[in-house]
């Protein structure tokens, strides 16, 4: 006979961040902990340690947040500035946020200067995005969208999203393997 054995780590109360699904025992949301490691880049043993949990814990968080993605990844959305707001404060207290993205090349101008964050907001500006559309996108605030279009436009020297779009596109052409119509040969 076949036992189903209930997993009691995530429960809601109504009482609790508006009755969201949060890890027993805390306030933290499955959310939190979904954003942190599908968007963040956080491995499950970086969260354990980045929010004192155990492995248990988080692994009972993604797996509900799995379970019920879209849902939650939803509630991601419309969460992001919120979670802006608290990465801030954050900040204003001294700690520091783990970056998500891989630095650009410093001291220098041009694609290759970018963090790969930056360079994903200049390829959605390329696909004619506003910065609303941007932040839904890859879960920002509008407010961090501008942040990184003033990084976009003092590392790439331009001074438009046109400029931006121009700049993007002629480098990834030139990074762009040579087919057979590209050395004049016709395809077929």
């Given at each position: 006979?076949?036992?189903?054995?209930?997993?009691?780590?995530?429960?809601?109360?109504?009482?609790?961040?508006?009755?969201?699904?949060?890890?027993?025992?805390?306030?933290?949301?499955?959310?939190?902990?979904?954003?942190?490691?599908?968007?963040?880049?956080?491995?499950?043993?970086?969260?354990?340690?980045?929010?004192?949990?155990?492995?248990?814990?988080?692994?009972a968080?993604?797996?509900?947040?799995?379970?019920?993605?879209?849902?939650?990844?939803?509630?991601?959305?419309?969460?992001?500035?919120e979670?802006?707001?608290?990465?801030?404060?954050?900040?204003?207290?001294?700690?520091?946020?783990?970056?998500?993205?891989?630095?650009?090349?410093?001291?220098r101008?041009?694609?290759?200067?970018?963090?790969?964050?930056?360079?994903?907001?200049a390829?959605?500006?390329?696909?004619?995005?506003?910065?609303?559309?941007?932040?839904?996108?890859?879960?920002?605030?509008?407010?961090?969208?501008?942040?990184?279009?003033?990084?976009?436009?003092?590392?790439?020297?331009?001074?438009?999203?046109?400029?931006?779009?121009?700049?993007?596109?002629?480098?990834?052409?030139?990074?762009?393997?040579?087919?057979?119509?590209?050395?004049?040969?016709?395809?077929?």
């Amino acid at each position: 006979m076949l036992t189903i054995l209930p997993i009691e780590t995530i429960v809601s109360d109504p009482e609790i961040r508006g009755g969201r699904p949060i890890i027993a025992g805390t306030t933290l949301c499955v959310s939190d902990i979904a954003a942190w490691h599908t968007f963040g880049g956080q491995s499950a043993e970086e969260l354990a340690v980045n929010f004192h949990l155990d492995m248990a814990q988080i692994y009972a968080a993604l797996s509900y947040y799995y379970a019920h993605k879209r849902d939650i990844d939803n509630e991601i959305r419309s969460n992001s500035d919120e979670a802006e707001k608290w990465l801030q404060e954050l900040r204003k207290q001294g700690h520091r946020i783990h970056r998500r993205s891989r630095p650009g090349t410093g001291g220098r101008r041009g694609l290759e200067t970018l963090s790969a964050r930056e360079l994903e907001v200049a390829r959605l500006v390329v696909a004619r995005k506003t910065n609303a559309e941007i932040a839904a996108e890859l879960f920002l605030s509008i407010k961090t969208v501008e942040t990184h279009l003033r990084n976009l436009f003092e590392k790439l020297g331009v001074s438009s999203r046109v400029e931006v779009a121009r700049t993007v596109e002629r480098g990834d052409l030139s990074q762009q393997p040579e087919g057979p119509a590209d050395r004049g040969a016709l395809p077929g």
